[in-house]
């Protein structure tokens, strides 16, 4: 696998660090990790959701936890009383417990969660800041300028 070097672009840029960083860590795989299978779709124009296949899985078994521009999501099923009753021939459905970590892009918050039909449903919205939005600048032409005129004394 061939791994590209960053370091160069590190001494010639001011703030990019962590883009640097992102890009570094895209080239390294996810440790195979493939479960639960999820989609992130793009609801508005400020708004995305994170739609996880979590079949099997209460709203007990789950926990959800935003924090530092990191949304974790874990499952963890508790044992099962009546599993000892049972005999499973074939197990198709996945009950294993899994963490999965997903890096928000900065001003993204958690609206909110739901599960339906063994879809877990998190909505997101990008939320920014006043002082981050596009401002009109007036452009002063000469005709309307309200410059003051030094005067100076002639020698």
Same mark, same amino acid.
């Given at each position: 696998?061939?791994?590209?070097?960053?370091?160069?672009? #590190?001494?010639? +840029?001011? $703030?990019?660090?962590?883009?640097?960083?992102?890009? *570094? &860590?895209?080239?390294?795989? *996810?440790?195979?990790?493939?479960?639960?299978? #999820?989609?992130?779709?793009?609801? &508005?124009?400020?708004?995305?959701?994170?739609?996880?296949? =979590?079949?099997?899985?209460?709203?007990?078994?789950?926990?959800?936890?935003?924090?530092?521009?990191?949304? +974790?999501? !874990? &499952?963890?099923?508790?044992?099962?009383?009546?599993?000892?009753?049972?005999?499973?021939? #074939?197990?198709?459905?996945?009950?294993?417990?899994?963490?999965?970590?997903?890096?928000?892009?900065?001003?993204?918050?958690? !609206? &909110?969660?739901?599960?339906?039909? $063994?879809?877990?449903? =998190?909505?997101?919205?990008?939320?920014?800041?006043?002082?981050?939005?596009?401002?009109?600048?007036?452009?002063?032409?000469?005709?309307?300028?309200?410059?003051?005129?030094?005067?100076?004394?002639?020698?």
């Amino acid at each position: 696998m061939r791994q590209i070097d960053f370091a160069p672009l #590190y001494r010639s +840029t001011v $703030g990019f660090d962590r883009l640097f960083s992102m890009l *570094d &860590g895209l080239s390294q795989p *996810d440790n195979g990790q493939s479960y639960p299978p #999820y989609n992130i779709e793009r609801t &508005g124009e400020n708004a995305y959701r994170i739609v996880m296949a =979590v079949a099997g899985f209460g709203d007990t078994d789950l926990s959800i936890e935003s924090r530092e521009n990191v949304l +974790t999501v !874990k &499952g963890e099923k508790a044992e099962d009383s009546a599993e000892g009753e049972r005999e499973l021939l #074939y197990r198709g459905i996945a009950g294993r417990s899994f963490e999965r970590r997903f890096q928000l892009a900065e001003h993204v918050e958690v !609206k &909110g969660a739901s599960l339906r039909n $063994g879809l877990l449903h =998190v909505d997101l919205v990008r939320v920014i800041p006043e002082a981050m939005k596009p401002r009109r600048i007036e452009i002063a032409t000469a005709g309307n300028a309200n410059t003051k005129q030094i005067e100076t004394n002639a020698a």
